[in-house]
């Protein structure tokens, strides 16, 4: 048996309520976390199988799915039995909802377990529920509590959680764990209108230790304290953990959330479905980009055709399988995300692979134009870099009859505007590869994302019928 010297490693999953480490330990798991990486996967392989049969035997949704692509799951003993194992996407798990509602022919526990029910807010097409079960919700907040040790938080410090607490699951997830974890949570929210402003009392009041939100409330929260003549650094936050949209990774806006709270940024964040979430996160010890914590969630880089896994080195897609969740487990679920995954020595020594940038944008945000593909997290980090910039923009994209356009309206602040406008194109000239009108425009032009930002506008199919 792999995994022996794996602490609390059984299924299906559960924790000691009680335990916590050694408070002088870096690792709430030692073993688990710095242990051979092959060991690891050993008894991750070992794994697979109870998980896929579990969902195969309690869901109508995996038995109709593996029926009918031949599929034991007792056959998945190898990894090349594994990654031929379909993948689940979002569409699928949609339709299941939509032909047995509210949350799908996937759910794989019985009603009487269902402990809290999500969603999502439906704003990218139709909304998604989420049903977790009692024991999942405590394996989730367990799993939370063991990264935020890693990311430096302890029992007592006091977490200021800074994000929807409706229909976003992010906030919830942080919370639990900063709850398993003996701390002082304040589950404060965002969205309702004065929130941000009032916040900036409730920061300076409460100085927590540690804060999550959107990497875009972030910068939002910085600009009204700015406005308030409130100095960030004063609420005295010495970690800020993001999730929901790349900007912990991207380098520029990394810096800018670190200079203006002085603090320390950390990256963490798969998908909701993928609760726990966090399980892709960077560490106290290996603050850049995110560690795949393999024993709570197997992530895999694949290519976007073949959903075959890439070597380490190489640019995939993300591909999430739950190894602990028994309520809507999730295998082999598709992200349409960008990363790129190294196997490198993490200077925290946990042995896990990770994404050394992050998960850099979604498949579907890329920008085709030209034979160029251009992400919008790098015309991001650009425009932040130049002095003058005022702290959003717009990337419009058009046809004019066969040639595609792509344009930035930039704000700028008081600075010289002639000034920002030659470092905008030619920076963005540089980095996409393309000439790109940059049209300069007052700051405060554009809203603010208190969620999570969307600057591209791609106007081609509506421009190319006229
Ligand atoms: C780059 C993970 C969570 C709960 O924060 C979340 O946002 O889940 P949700 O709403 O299902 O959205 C998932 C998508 O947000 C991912 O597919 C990815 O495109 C983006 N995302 C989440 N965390 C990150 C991220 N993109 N870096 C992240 N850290």
Partial sequence: MAGEKMEEWHWPAGYDQNYLPDPGSPYWFPNRETMDPQERDAAVLERLPLVIQHAYDNSPFYRRKYDAAGLDPKDITTWEAFEQV??????????????????GDYICVPDSEIHHIHGTSGTTGTPTGFAMGRR?????????????????????????????????????????GAERLRCKVFPYGAGASGM?????????????????????????????????????????IKIMFFSGEPGASVPAVRNKIEKAFDTRVVDCGTMAEMTPFMSASATDG???????????????????????????????????????????????????????????????????????SGVYGRIDDMIHI?????????????????????GEHRVLVSRTGSMDEIKVRAECTDA????????????????VGLRVGVEVVAANTFERSEHKAKRVIDDREHTQKK
């Fill in 370 to 390: 030209r034979g160029e593909n251009v992400y919008p997290t790098e015309i991001d980090n650009v425009l932040r870099e130049i002095s003058g910039y005022g």
């Fill in 86 to 103: 379909p993948v689940v996407v979002k569409e699928e798990l949609r339709q299941s909802q939509v032909d047995a509602p509210p949350f």
């Fill in 196 to 236: 941000t402003s009032r916040a900036i009392g409730w920061l300076t009041r409460t100085q927590p230790k540690a804060f999550y939100s959107t990497p875009s409330y972030a910068l939002r929260l910085a600009e009204v304290a700015e406005q308030e003549k409130v100095d960030p650094r004063e609420f005295g």
């Fill in 286 to 356: 290996s603050p850049d980009g995110m560690l795949l914590w393999q024993d709570i969630v197997w992530h895999e880089i694949c290519d976007p055709d073949t959903y075959r896994t890439v070597p380490y080195g190489d640019e995939g897609t993300p591909v999430y399988t739950h190894l602990e969740r028994t309520s809507q487990p999730m295998i082999r679920l598709a992200s349409k995300d960008l990363s790129r995954w190294e196997m490198k020595d993490n200077g925290c020594g946990r042995t896990y692979p990770s994404l050394p």
């Fill in 416 to 431: 010289d505007t002639a000034e920002f406008e030659k470092a905008a194109t030619s920076g963005l000239h540089r980095v």
């Fill in 136 to 176: 999942d919700w405590e394996v989730i907040a367990d799993n939370h509590a063991r990264i935020l040790w890693g990311m430096g938080v302890r029992p007592g410090d006091t977490v200021f959680v800074s994000a929807l607490f409706s229909l976003y699951l992010g906030s919830w997830g942080a919370m639990s």
